[in-house]
C-alpha cells in the first residue's frame, strides 16, 4: 500500500476493523491508536539501548545491561522450545520467570534521564513485550516485515517515486502479487504466463482472496490505461 501519509487510519483502511490477528510492528506513534494486539519488536528496544549504553558508565550501564540481559533471554527461550532442549513445562515456567523479572525490574526506579526514559516505554508496552512467547506464530522482532518492504522502498528510493498515482497502485499491486507467490512456493513468471494463455481458468485461493478483498488483478491492470 503506498499512502501519501503514515497516519494510523492507512493500516485500519487495510486491515479493517474486524481484523483479529496481530500486527507486530516498532514503536511509531501511529501505531497506538489501533486496536489490533500489537507485539512489539524487541530488536529496536535494544538497539536504542546499545545507543544509550554508548554515552553512559557505572550504575547507569549497569542498569541498561539488565535489560539486554533480560530481553536477550527472552529472545533465546523460544528456539529452546523448538530444538527440544527444554520441555513444554520448563517453557512455561521459564516464561514466567521472566515475566515476573520483566514487572519487578518495572517496578524499580532510575535516577538517570535516558534510562528512566527507557523504563518508562518499557511500561507502556509491558503487555507487548512476550506475546512471542505466548503465540507460536509471533517472532521477536519484526524483522521479517522491514524486509519485505525493502525492495519497494528501495525501488522508490532509486526512481524517485512514483509521477502518477495509477503508477503507484500499479507497483503496490504487482508488488503484492510478486512477494506473495513468492510466499506459496511458487514461480511469479510462470504464473503471469499460464494467465496469458489461458486468461479464463480459475484464479489460485491465494491470487482470488487478493482479488475478493478489492484489489485488482493483474489482468485488471493489464487491460486498464497506460
Given at each position: 500500500m503506498i499512502d501519501p501519509t503514515r497516519a494510523h487510519d492507512v493500516?485500519?483502511?487495510?486491515?479493517?476493523?474486524?481484523?483479529?490477528?496481530?500486527?507486530?510492528?516498532?514503536?511509531?506513534?501511529?501505531?497506538d491508536p489501533l486496536p489490533y494486539e500489537q507485539p512489539k519488536?524487541?530488536?529496536?528496544?535494544?538497539?536504542?539501548?546499545?545507543?544509550?549504553?554508548?554515552?553512559?558508565?557505572?550504575?547507569?550501564?549497569?542498569?541498561?545491561?539488565?535489560?539486554?540481559?533480560?530481553?536477550?533471554?527472552?529472545?533465546?527461550?523460544?528456539?529452546?522450545?523448538?530444538?527440544?532442549?527444554?520441555?513444554?513445562?520448563?517453557?512455561?515456567?521459564?516464561?514466567g520467570r521472566l515475566a515476573v523479572a520483566l514487572d519487578r525490574w518495572l517496578a524499580g526506579r532510575s535516577t538517570d534521564a535516558d534510562n528512566a526514559k527507557l523504563a518508562k516505554l518499557l511500561r507502556q508496552h509491558r503487555e507487548q513485550w512476550l506475546v512471542f512467547l505466548a503465540e507460536d506464530a509471533v517472532a521477536p522482532t519484526n524483522a521479517e516485515g522491514e524486509q519485505e518492504i525493502r525492495p519497494a522502498v528501495a525501488v522508490r528510493k532509486m526512481s524517485a517515486c512514483n509521477r502518477r498515482w495509477q503508477g503507484a497502485d500499479v507497483h503496490a499491486v504487482w508488488t503484492s502479487v510478486i512477494r506473495t507467490c513468492r510466499k506459496h512456493g511458487q514461480d511469479?513468471?510462470?504464473?503471469?504466463?499460464?494467465?496469458?494463455?489461458h486468461p479464463t481458468a480459475a484464479l489460485p485461493a491465494w491470487l482470488n482472496g487478493l482479488a475478493l478483498a478489492g484489489c485488482p488483478t493483474p489482468e485488471e491492470l493489464a487491460t486498464g490505461p497506460p
Open positions: 493500516v485500519e483502511r487495510i486491515l479493517g476493523e474486524e481484523f483479529t490477528g496481530v500486527v507486530q510492528c516498532d514503536y511509531f506513534l501511529a501505531y519488536c524487541l530488536r529496536h528496544l535494544l538497539r536504542r539501548r546499545d545507543e544509550l549504553t554508548e554515552s553512559k558508565s557505572g550504575a547507569a550501564v549497569k542498569f541498561s545491561r539488565q535489560v539486554a540481559q533480560l530481553l536477550r533471554g527472552a529472545i533465546r527461550l523460544k528456539p529452546r522450545l523448538s530444538e527440544g532442549r527444554i520441555s513444554p513445562a520448563g517453557f512455561r515456567v521459564a516464561r511469479f513468471l510462470a504464473l503471469i504466463l499460464e494467465r496469458l494463455r
